[in-house]
């Protein structure tokens, strides 16, 4: 949940969410299957999140693996400075907030924790000993889109303070394009010449997934939901960003093309296997 909502709206949502816990904990209410949602940045999964939180019996819990905690928890495990940006995803230490994120994900499945959510990146350890029990489901959106908007939110947050023509040409720039492909490959960073087997593993890791939603077809990410899991989601659209989209030039436009490539041949290749 947002940590920055205003009292009323943060009271709102917990109260939808517990009243949904409460339906669910009648006998045979419950979702048929225990899940993981990958949850990748910037995809609309703030609603979907709450939504599914909502269909857990009060009897069973839910796994938040919650970002700013992690980034600090790495931060003082690693440098002993409680600082939030130090081992920021998007900067140079962010692979040691996953591999925070991966122990406390190994530890919600080993305690049969029914819903697990948060932005993980993909372990081969949870696949190896969980993959059979648990259903993995992500949401996507268009990556180009998703670079822009992620580059809108880490600039209100500070994390980066270039304009859009700067930021272009930094690593956290690039890191913003290829979600997808980091998050499926389990790694924060990809050098250049490993792009092309790194996007291979990713496309075959998409098959993993039970349920690969778009954030332009959520009625039919709801209908699919509803058959895999026995449950119906109601979602609010929730942390969107205000002001705005800024305008490119063509050049930033291309520039934003050719670094968002392999996460364009994902997106591709999960519309297919939908």
Not at 75 to 87: A, Y
Not at 148 to 157: G, Q
Not at 195 to 209: D, N, Q, Y
């Amino acid at each position: 949940m947002a940590r920055k909502a205003p009292f009323r709206e943060r009271l709102m949502r917990r109260a939808a969410i517990a009243g949904g816990r409460i339906n669910r904990t009648a006998p045979g209410r419950a979702p048929k299957h225990p899940s993981l949602f990958f949850h990748m940045p910037k995809c609309g999964g703030t609603s979907l999140s709450e939504a599914m939180y909502a269909t857990i019996p009060l009897n069973h819990r839910i796994g938040v693996i919650d970002a700013v905690a992690t980034r600090r928890a790495a931060s003082i495990l690693h440098f002993g400075v409680d600082d939030g940006l130090k081992c920021h995803e998007d900067r140079d230490h962010g692979q040691l907030t996953f591999d925070t994120r991966e122990g406390f994900l190994l530890q919600h499945m080993a305690c049969d924790t029914m819903l697990i959510h948060g932005h993980v990146i993909w372990s081969d350890k949870a696949w190896n000993h969980f993959g059979d029990r648990y259903k993995y489901v992500t949401i996507m959106r268009d990556p180009k889109a998703r670079m822009i908007s992620n580059f809108r939110m880490t600039h209100r947050n500070g994390v980066i303070t270039e304009d859009l023509e700067g930021y272009l040409s930094t690593p956290v720039a690039r890191r913003h394009a290829q979600v997808y492909l980091r998050y499926l490959c389990g790694r924060n960073d990809i050098k250049d010449e490993d792009v092309p087997e790194a996007l291979e593993l990713a496309k075959s890791r998409l098959r993993h997934f039970a349920l690969i939603g778009f954030l332009d077809q959520t009625d039919a990410f709801i209908a699919a939901y509803r058959d895999i899991f026995g449950v119906k989601l109601r979602m609010p659209k929730l942390n969107t960003a205000k002001g705005n989209q800024p305008l490119l030039e063509p050049s930033q436009q291309a520039a934003i093309d050719a670094l968002c490539a392999p996460d364009l041949a994902l997106y591709e290749e999960a519309k297919r296997l939908v």
